[in-house]
Each structure stands twice: as structure tokens, then as C-alpha cells.
């Protein structure tokens, strides 16, 4: 359940809202010598401005192979090279894409909840498997399966709380 709050959590980081966040480079690979290889490792992410980001390759030879990778990328954002770095200037959110990132927003939220109740039908299962096999009474059963739904209740509310957050934090203009 902790795992799936927290893939959830770092989804979210990656979604962008107003402000330029480096981790929207992550899933973006780069053509480094024949081998993919994420932004982060072929070249320094900084942010400047609060909607910039500017990439400083390593290597100069690789501002092309990035420049292509991210045009390629679904950013929506055209990479200025200046022959030195690369940068990224982030334009304002229109109404309707904030509303469709709420909705990505929302789709991940329940992918979480429904990790999080599978989660708790193993955990159920094995106590169905304990009781079985003698090592635990009926009432033990019952008492731990509260305990397990209480536990996903919380787990469940925390998942909510952080999509609230997130779609505040979206339509936040």
C-alpha cells in the first residue's frame, strides 16, 4: 500500500504544473553512443527561471541527440539551443490542459486505490489461510481483517489528499 502512494507521489512529480520541474526529463531517453540513456545522466538540469529549465551536456557533441529527443518527446515544449546549452522555456497552461491533467491526475489516483485494495484482498487471503491452516482462531481473523481495513482506509485517504493537493496545485493559476 506504501509502495503504491508512493508511485503515485512521484507520477505526480513528473506531471507538470506552472513551474518547470526537471523530473518532466525523466521518461525522455538520449541516443548516447548507441545506448539509451536518461537526460539527468548526459547532461545538467537547472532551473533558472521559475518556467525555464536549461540543460548543460557534458558532452556538446550530444546537443543535438537531445534537442531531438526532447522535439520527439510529448512535452509541448521547443528546445532553444544556443550551442552551448539547451533550453527549455515553458509556456503558460492554457484552462483546457490544466483540466486534462487533473483528469491524468484522477486516473492515477484510482490506479493507486486499486493497488492498494488488492493489497489488502492478499493480505485477507492469507489470514483466510492462516485460520485454515489452525495457527489463528475466527475471532483473531476478524479482529486482523478490521485492522487490515482500517489500515486501507488510511492508506485510501492519503491517496485522495495527495490528488486534492494535486489538483489544487494544477488549477492554481
Known amino acids: 500500500m506504501k509502495k503504491a502512494t508512493e508511485a503515485m507521489q512521484h507520477d505526480f512529480a513528473r506531471i507538470r504544473t506552472g513551474r518547470a520541474n526537471p523530473l518532466v526529463l525523466e521518461p525522455i531517453l538520449i541516443d548516447y553512443y548507441g545506448v539509451p540513456t536518461p537526460v539527468s545522466q548526459v547532461a545538467t538540469v537547472s532551473v533558472p527561471e521559475p518556467r525555464q529549465l536549461m540543460l548543460s551536456p557534458y558532452d556538446k557533441s550530444m546537443l543535438g541527440p537531445i534537442e531531438k529527443a526532447i522535439q520527439a518527446s510529448d512535452l509541448g515544449v521547443n528546445p532553444t539551443n544556443d550551442g552551448q546549452n539547451i533550453r527549455l522555456i515553458f509556456p503558460e497552461m492554457t484552462e483546457d490542459r490544466r483540466r486534462d491533467l487533473v483528469k491524468q491526475v484522477h486516473n492515477r489516483t484510482e490506479e ?3 493497488s492498494i485494495r488488492h493489497a489488502r ?4 487471503d492469507q489470514l ?3 485460520k485454515e491452516a489452525k495457527e489463528m482462531g475466527e475471532d483473531d481473523e476478524k479482529r486482523y481483517e478490521k485492522e487490515v481495513q482500517a489500515i486501507t482506509d488510511k492508506f485510501i485517504e492519503h491517496a485522495h489528499e495527495l490528488q486534492k ?3 489544487d496545485e494544477l488549477m492554481h493559476i
Open 112 to 114: 493507486a486505490c486499486v
Open 121 to 124: 484482498r492478499e493480505a485477507i
Open 128 to 130: 483466510k489461510k492462516s
Open 165 to 167: 493537493k494535486k489538483d
